[in-house]
């Protein structure tokens, strides 16, 4: 499994935007799928947006139209671009990855809030 390291997660107020960045290492195997996930207090972890290889994307209905995934040139990272910050989108944001042989690695996670 590859390590995963989350950063840019922050304070900002609804209406702002943050842009999270995931990078992998440390896999002898090529990463196919990034994802995105969230975890609020007292709620289950949920998925927000991933991507594939073939850069094909899907979205949670509610950040459709306000968060875009990416992945960089290496292809061992992502990006969660995230606009029109809401307090809702206020969790922690997990980042995920599955590998050619279905080896599952988890991040950290990094803090986002939004004020109102």
């Known amino acids: 499994q590859a390590q995963l390291v989350e950063s840019g997660g922050g304070l900002v107020q609804a209406g702002g935007s943050l842009r999270l960045s995931c990078a992998a290492s440390?896999?002898?195997?090529?990463?196919?799928?990034m994802a995105w996930y969230r975890q609020a207090p007292g709620k289950q972890r949920e998925l927000v947006a991933m991507i594939t290889s073939g850069d094909n994307t899907n979205y949670a209905d509610s950040v459709k139209g306000r968060f875009t995934i990416s992945r960089g040139y290496a292809r061992n990272t992502a990006y969660l671009q995230m606009n029109s910050l809401k307090p809702e989108d206020t969790a922690v944001y997990y980042c995920n990855a599955i590998n050619d042989v279905g080896g599952i690695s988890w991040g950290q996670g990094t803090q986002v809030t939004v004020s109102s």
């Open positions: 440390g896999s002898i195997f090529s990463i196919n799928v």
